[in-house]
């Protein structure tokens, strides 16, 4: 069974920096890509980062590109979401999730196959 937990959301002041961390299991990390999205209230999902583990490779969308890093650590089949200089509008419940292969922006558009739970950040102004 494919599973992916979320960790490292909280609160956090403007400018401050957090660390998310999907710890994934029931599949082989190695041949998969793993996302990170965010939802706001009232807001539609949006793609943030994703890493394919096979070459990795990464994107980021435009709104966090050169805030955040994301990563992989294979011998613990965990991804880490590094955000630097949070915004207010950077508060949203983050979920990880999984495609196999290799994943692009299209990935980040449209979704993966296996979601996480979600983990809450909030930004204080």
């Known amino acids: 069974e494919v599973q992916l937990v979320e960790s490292g959301g909280g609160l956090v002041q403007a400018g401050g920096s957090l660390r998310l961390s999907c710890a994934a299991s029931?599949?082989?990390?190695?041949?998969?890509?793993i996302g990170w999205f965010r939802q706001a209230p009232g807001k539609e999902r949006e793609g943030v980062s994703c890493?394919?583990?096979?070459?990795?490779?990464?994107y980021y969308a435009d709104s966090v590109n050169g805030r955040f890093t994301i990563s992989s650590d294979n011998a613990k089949n965990t991804v880490y979401l590094q955000m630097n200089s949070l915004k207010p509008e950077d508060a949203a419940v983050y979920y990880c999730?999984?495609?196999?292969?290799?994943?692009?922006?299209?990935?980040?558009?449209?979704?993966?196959?296996?979601w996480g739970k979600g983990t809450l950040v909030t930004v204080s102004s």
């Open positions: 029931g599949f082989t990390f190695d041949d998969y890509a």
């Open positions: 890493i394919s583990n096979s070459d990795g490779s990464t």
């Open positions: 999730a999984a495609t196999v292969g290799i994943a692009t922006i299209f990935h980040l558009e449209y979704g993966m196959d296996y």
